[in-house]
Nanobody, 124 residues
Framework: QVQLVESGGGLVQAGGSLRLSCAAS????????MAWFRQAPGKEREFVAG????????DYVDAVKGRFTISRDNAKNTVYLQMNSLKPEDTAVYYC?????????????????WGQGTQVTVSS
């Protein structure tokens, strides 16, 4: 069993930055594929970024490439999402998720564990 707790959300002006953190419990964190998803009001949950167990392989949705960076620290059981050059369309609740398979990293149905979410609001 893995429990995920996100932090770092908030209100920021367009062009600003935020760093989200997701702290995981459990001894098997380093074996999990980790990802960030987001959900805006009235929209489906969408994949934002994913990272494999080693931190070597990463993947991003086109809308955030070049602006967001996902990373992990297996010694601290934590995954991060550095968000720069934020835009109003980035406004959403951001969720951390854990799964076993990197090939299905973009499919929210393939994730076993989810955090409670953290709100990110970008004002124009």
């Amino acid at each position: 069993q893995v429990q995920l707790v996100e932090s770092g959300g908030g209100l920021v002006q367009a062009g600003g930055s935020l760093r989200l953190s997701c702290a995981a419990s459990g001894r098997t964190f380093s074996s999990y594929v980790m990802a960030w998803f987001r959900q805006a009001p009235g929209k489906e949950r969408e994949f934002v970024a994913g990272i494999d167990w080693s931190g070597v392989s990463t993947d991003y949705v086109d809308a955030v490439k070049g602006r967001f960076t996902i990373s992990r620290d297996n010694a601290k059981n934590t995954v991060y999402l550095q968000m720069n050059s934020l835009k109003p369309e980035d406004t959403a609740v951001y969720y951390c998720a854990a799964s076993g398979k990197y090939y299905s990293r973009r499919d929210p149905l393939r994730y076993d564990y989810w955090g409670q979410g953290t709100q990110v609001t970008v004002s124009s």
